[in-house]
């Protein structure tokens, strides 16, 4: 039988500070947790249902801007190329959907079930005002869904995620 393969995500994450001192304006998106995702694919159970990390990375968001007090954010994704990639395989970036969710009761929208892409996604909109403990998002994982993993050539498939914080 052959051994399945191994399928691992570098996030890359850009943290944006405010100017230091009275500045009150600030956008920061900052991982607390799930930086590194790995999907190990070793079983025919795993290839054929696929594998779920639930709330697997949790970002903090602080997002301030005096001058609109209605003013909100939003949290996007896209992977940094066309496919998963190993030495010499691809596989199709939509075999990994991404959902999320609060960490508490803010009043935003979240989205389900995102295909990843290379092209940017909103998963969160109408995000409030407020400091990191206040602006949690999770971040959960589900790849190869439905047996789309059967008969994928086994190897270390790597993608860079990046997750864009916008007004």
Do not use: H
Not at 8 to 36: H, M
Not at 76 to 84: C, D, K, L
């Amino acid at each position: 039988m052959k051994s399945a393969g191994l399928i691992l995500f570098i996030l890359s994450i850009s943290t944006v500070y405010s100017q230091p001192g009275a500045n009150p304006y600030t956008a920061r998106l900052t991982v607390i947790r799930g930086g590194y995702v790995e999907f190990t694919f070793n079983s025919i159970d795993k290839l054929n249902n696929g594998i779920t990390y639930t709330n697997y990375t949790q970002l903090s968001i602080c997002y301030k801007d005096p001058d609109n007090s209605a003013g909100t954010w939003k949290l996007s994704v896209q992977a940094n190329g066309a496919n998963f990639t190993s030495d010499a395989n691809t596989l199709n970036l939509s075999t990994v959907d991404l959902t999320t969710s609060n960490a508490g009761a803010l009043a935003a929208t979240y989205f389900a079930n995102i295909p990843l892409s290379a092209v940017n996604s909103n998963i969160v909109t109408g995000g409030p005002q407020g400091t990191e403990t206040e602006n949690i998002v999770n971040v959960t994982y589900k790849c190869g869904m439905g047996g789309t993993m059967l008969g994928k050539t086994q190897g270390n498939y790597t993608a860079d995620i990046i997750f864009t914080l916008s007004p």
